[in-house]
């Protein structure tokens, strides 16, 4: 059964650090881009950051590209969000999510599996 876990979300402080986590239960792991996504209270869940399947290309949507930076561990079966110089705006719930091409995209309808988010809260 394939399932995504996240963790690491939290309170934290305007300017602070974040690193999230994302386990994966999924056999083909090593094959498979994987992303980040976020949904803040009354809007769209948003693409944050994809990788590929080696971890050789990353892709970041605008407002967070030179903050955040994705990485994966395909040993562990695990993926991070490392979020640096948060802001306010960065509150949301954070997906991470398994895609089913074979790159990572910038649309959810691209991804097949999702865990159940984590929360995070910058405080200004």
């Known amino acids: 059964q394939v399932q995504l876990v996240e963790s690491g979300g939290r309170l934290v402080q305007a300017g602070g650090s974040l690193r999230l986590s994302c386990a994966a239960s999924?056999?083909?792991?090593?094959?498979?881009?994987m992303g980040w996504f976020r949904q803040a209270p009354g809007k769209e869940r948003e693409f944050v950051a994809g990788?590929?399947?080696?971890?050789?290309?990353?892709d970041y949507t605008d407002s967070v590209q030179g903050r955040f930076t994705i990485s994966r561990d395909n040993a562990k079966k695990m993926v991070y969000l490392q979020m640096n110089t948060l802001k306010p705006e960065d509150t949301a719930v954070y997906y991470c999510?398994?895609?089913?091409?074979?790159?990572?995209?910038?649309?959810?309808?691209?991804?097949?599996?999702w865990g159940q988010g984590t929360q995070v809260t910058v405080s200004s």
């Open positions: 999510a398994a895609s089913r091409r074979l790159y990572s995209t910038r649309y959810a309808y691209d991804y097949d599996y």
């Open positions: 990788i590929s399947w080696n971890g050789g290309s990353t």
């Open positions: 999924i056999p083909t792991f090593r094959s498979v881009p």
